[in-house]
């Protein structure tokens, strides 16, 4: 049973691009959240998606989206980058929307914006 | 806002029993607190969940005080793999108004032989 796939692992970018994360939830999971990891802070929630449509948001600027696809699976989108936006980014999928639910995590993609 | 704090690092020996606390302060009523663990280079782990009094599993335990304001995770026993940062994790009011997810800054844990 494969649990929540990220990709990709690690990414360079520059300053002003675009990028774009994906996660694939735990089968059988329906729900997938985001999160930011700055370097020595705890995970910091970005937004919740269920039934293909964001359910819940943290305070992260517009230029954060994301999408939920039929099959569960999630892209965060961020535009114009920012230096401030280097960190892992961790996907978490869970069996029903909500906020107290067990999540599992992936091992995260490692953003870095030069 | 309600924030979530925890000490930033403890160290103990293999064999000892560890407690961690984290206060969370304006805790919503139905609200849970859990815990998760994190390894470098992982996604954290779901560790346990408590909403009051006490609650136990495999590998730890959960203690939660009738006033809600604060929990201690113990960790019976530690070994050197128990190395990690542990946070707790409960539902805070956002600028917005609604409840999202909070993470406290977490703990490190450093086991020592």
């Known amino acids: 049973d494969a649990g929540v796939t990220q990709s990709p692992t690690h990414l360079i970018k520059t300053r002003g691009q675009q990028v774009t994360l994906r996660c694939s939830p735990k089968?059988?999971?329906?729900?997938v959240s985001w999160y930011q990891q700055a370097l020595g802070q705890g995970p910091q929630f970005i937004f919740q998606y269920y039934e293909e449509e964001e359910r819940q948001r943290g305070n992260f600027p517009d230029r954060f989206s994301g999408h939920q696809f039929p099959n569960y699976s999630s892209e965060l989108n961020v535009n114009a980058l920012l230096l401030g936006d280097s960190a892992l980014y961790l996907c978490a999928s869970s069996l029903e929307v909500g906020l107290n639910t067990e999540a599992f995590f992936g091992q995260g993609t490692r953003l870095t914006v030069v | 806002l309600a924030k979530t704090t925890q000490p930033i690092s403890m160290d103990s020996y293999e064999g000892q029993e560890v407690n961690i606390t984290c206060s969370h302060n304006?805790?919503?009523?139905?609200?849970?607190i859990t815990w998760y663990q994190q390894f470098p280079s992982q996604g954290p782990r779901f560790i346990i969940q408590g909403y009051k009094t006490k609650v136990t599993n495999e590998v730890a335990s959960l203690f939660i005080p009738a006033d809600r304001k604060s929990s201690t995770l113990s960790l019976p026993r530690v070994s050197l793999s128990d190395t990690a940062v542990y946070y707790c994790?409960?539902?805070?009011?956002?600028?917005?108004?609604?409840?999202?997810?909070?993470f406290g800054r977490g703990t490190s844990l450093i086991v020592h032989p």
């Open positions: 089968s059988g999971h329906d729900t």
């Open positions: 304006n805790i919503a009523t139905n609200d849970y």
């Open positions: 994790l409960s539902n805070k009011e956002s600028p917005g108004g609604s409840y999202i997810p909070t």
